[in-house]
């Protein structure tokens, strides 16, 4: 884990995003918290690396979502580098639930 990232403020934002119900509260919550631009980005990060653990080509990549190679590059050493482990974890979790459906 980051420990530039622990403190007491960023406890509490995750926190609020744990008491998120359901998707309409997280629209609620996030337009007020973010804005479009910070929203879209986060938003396509995580459908690059899903696309990335399916074992996508940039090109692909870069046609369907339009994040930019550096931004690709960027969650793949993220997502395959990186030894948090976030984007695998959630992908599991996402894909684990559509493959129970």
Known sequence: MNSKLKNSATD?????????????ECYRFFEDLCTSAELK??????????MLAEKKVYTEIVKET????????????????ND????T?????LMGDKKND
Do not use: C, H, W
Not at 71 to 81: C, E, G, N, P, Q
């Open 12 to 24: 509490f934002l995750f926190d609020a995003i744990l008491s998120l119900e359901n998707p309409e």
């Open 41 to 50: 980005a986060m938003s396509q990060r995580l459908v690059v690396a899903k």
């Open 66 to 81: 339009g994040a930019s190679t550096a931004t690709i590059s960027r969650v793949k050493r993220a997502l395959f580098d």
């Open 84 to 87: 948090t482990y976030g984007y």
């Open 89 to 93: 974890m959630v992908l599991d979790k």
